[in-house]
């Protein structure tokens, strides 16, 4: 965003300078984190590197939010255990994650904006300045995981298991989580008033 349009937005909602400053200092460290994730050919090129990606073709980036046993071209993760692995840094939007185990590995400042990820585990993960922004997790497990500075705006967090987790800085705008996980989110007050809270956990997803 601009930073004239950021500075007529927080005039006309009465934020003074300190706000504007921070404002300011988000868009920046999101361009720059943007800038240094590698193309979605390379970030398939990476995961070829490591094993996670059959050889021969890539995959198409789907035109949608995958959905379970739909028939559509795209980047899935099926019934895997991984470990120790560093995929941060990748552009991998709308990937299909289901009944894998993540562990004691890095998605940092990857790019995973509407993917789903219902379903897995994943055990002392960093998901640190990661983009899930509208990203499924409903049912998966999260523990000892860090969402430090992440984008969490409009990701479907109900259902999911968040024991020891980190949100320090993370953007949670729209972020949608049902009233019994709120004892359990280590959140600010400026956080908790952004997310959408739900009365209950809404429908099982699929996959289960």
Request: aromatic share 6%; glycine share 8%; net charge negative.
């Amino acid at each position: 965003m601009p930073k004239g349009l950021i500075r007529r937005t927080l005039v006309a909602l009465g934020l003074g300078a300190p706000s504007l400053a921070a404002a300011e200092a988000a868009v920046a460290g999101a361009e720059e984190a943007a800038a240094r994730r590698l193309t979605y050919e390379e970030s398939c090129r990476r995961l070829q590197e490591r094993g996670l990606l059959a050889a021969g073709r890539f995959p198409a980036i789907r035109s949608r939010m995958p959905r379970f046993e739909v028939d559509d071209a795209g980047l899935d993760f099926t019934r895997l255990h991984v470990e120790g692995h560093d995929l941060g840094n990748l552009t991998l939007p709308r990937t299909f994650f289901s009944r894998c185990r993540f562990q004691a590995m890095s998605f940092r400042n990857t790019d995973l904006s509407e993917s789903v990820l219902c379903w897995n585990d994943f055990i002392e993960v960093d998901f640190s300045s990661a983009s899930l922004a509208r990203a499924d997790l409903r049912l998966a497990l999260f523990e000892l995981t860090s969402f430090r500075d992440a984008d969490l705006r409009g990701a479907d967090l109900r259902a999911a298991g968040l024991e020891l987790c980190h949100f320090d800085g993370a953007d949670m705008d729209g972020a949608i989580v049902s009233r019994r996980q709120l004892s359990d989110l280590l959140l600010t007050r400026r956080q908790r008033r952004l997310i959408d809270v739900r009365e209950d956990d809404g429908p099982e997803p699929d996959g289960g």
